[in-house]
Nanobody, 114 residues
Framework: QVQLVESGGGLVQPGGSLRLSCAVS????????IGWYRQAPGKQRELVAV????????NYADSVKGRFTISRDNAENTVYLQMNSLKPEDTAVYYC???????WGQGTQVTVSS
């Protein structure tokens, strides 16, 4: 079973940046794809970005295109989510997920507020 551990969340002002990390317990080459999801209070969990390991392909929610970037570090078995130009509506708990499995991280809180 893959273990996923997120880190990097916190409080940031509007317009600021954060980088989230998802540490994966086994080689990411053995995984089809890793996605970042978020869930705001009272809302459903939604897909933010996904990274397909074999092709390096990525996909983003329309709401974050041009502001967020998903990437990987093969040597560190880590998937990152660089978040720039943050808005208050980006406030949520962010989770990483092994696509096609039941493996989820514990989540990391991101709060965008002045």
């Amino acid at each position: 079973q893959v273990q996923l551990v997120e880190s990097g969340g916190g409080l940031v002002q509007p317009g600021g940046s954060l980088r989230l990390s998802c540490a994966v317990s086994r080689s990411i080459f053995s995984i089809y794809a890793i996605g970042w999801y978020r869930q705001a209070p009272g809302k459903q969990r939604e897909l933010v970005a996904v990274f397909i390991m074999s092709s390096g392909g990525t996909n983003y929610a329309d709401s974050v295109k041009g502001r967020f970037t998903i990437s990987r570090d093969n040597a560190e078995n880590t998937v990152y989510l660089q978040m720039n130009s943050l808005k208050p509506e980006d406030t949520a708990v962010y989770y990483c997920h092994e696509v096609g499995s039941n493996n989820w991280g514990q989540g990391t809180q991101v709060t965008v507020s002045s």
